[in-house]
């Protein structure tokens, strides 16, 4: 941990989803919901979790308590945010973590990409979802950031391409945000990915900036054929059949 003092290094837990058959394709999870980030997605629906006041609704040891209670039912774990990547610990709580035993997935959005490498070439994370926000183009509006330069996201992009453990491309296709451009762009970005999600928007009161809208079952059927030619597996997520 390059000598950093353990006692005075602080793992921001903000939530805590007991069992999920979702969040953790084919496994039995818990989901935890790591505070802070630095992106501001205006259609973020964890709204509460972006800043340095998020709440710390949860200490580690609470958390490794309750896992290791539950190890015999669940089989893994899913790290969500806000941004996990932010946290200095990050590291020692994942190997906290797989010492009961867990399989752990990592949410992120990307913009650290040599946290995600080191995790990933540690052997801490089984399985990476990472959030493509927008076509190129348009990505630093989509990811509330104007200015953001995408040579981080790029980086994690191209690691994650060289297949060194499962993950997923997903994208929430969110009305008054995304256009046709935005998919055109996308597909050829994540040439060779194995699999990609679009995500249907849903609107709620913790949204960062409400009044967006979601997209028609039919829309996005449009969207994930433009996707269609580049990747190996498109699958819809969020709507109804």
Aim: proline letters at 5%; a negative charge.
């Amino acid at each position: 941990m390059g000598g950093i003092r353990k006692d005075l290094m602080i793992m921001k837990i903000s939530g805590l989803q007991k069992t999920t058959l979702l969040d953790y394709p084919g496994h039995v999870a818990a989901t935890l919901f790591l505070g802070g980030c630095n992106f501001r997605c205006p259609f973020c629906h964890n709204s509460d979790l972006l800043g340095a006041e998020s709440p710390e609704a949860f200490s580690e040891d609470e958390i490794l308590a309750f896992l290791k209670k539950r190890s015999g039912i669940l089989q893994g774990v899913c790290i969500t945010g806000g941004e996990p990547t932010l946290q200095p610990d990050l590291e020692d709580f994942l190997f906290k973590i797989r010492s009961l035993g867990l399989k752990i997935k990592l949410d992120t959005n990307g913009s650290r990409p040599e946290i995600l490498k080191n995790l990933c070439r540690n052997g801490l994370i089984d399985y990476a979802a990472m959030d493509i926000k927008s076509g190129p183009s348009s990505y630093g509006t989509a990811a509330g950031q104007a200015n953001l330069n995408l040579a981080s996201i790029e980086a994690s992009i191209a690691f994650l391409l060289e297949g060194s453990i499962p993950f997923e491309f997903r994208t929430t296709a969110v009305k008054g945000l995304h256009a046709e451009r935005d998919f055109e762009e996308i597909g050829p970005w994540l040439s060779g990915a194995p699999r990609y999600y679009l995500q249907s928007y849903k609107d709620s009161e913790s949204v960062l900036l409400p009044g967006f809208s979601s997209f028609s079952r039919d829309e996005l059927l449009h969207f994930s054929e433009l996707v269609a030619p580049f990747v190996e597996e498109v699958h819809l997520r969020g709507i109804d059949y």
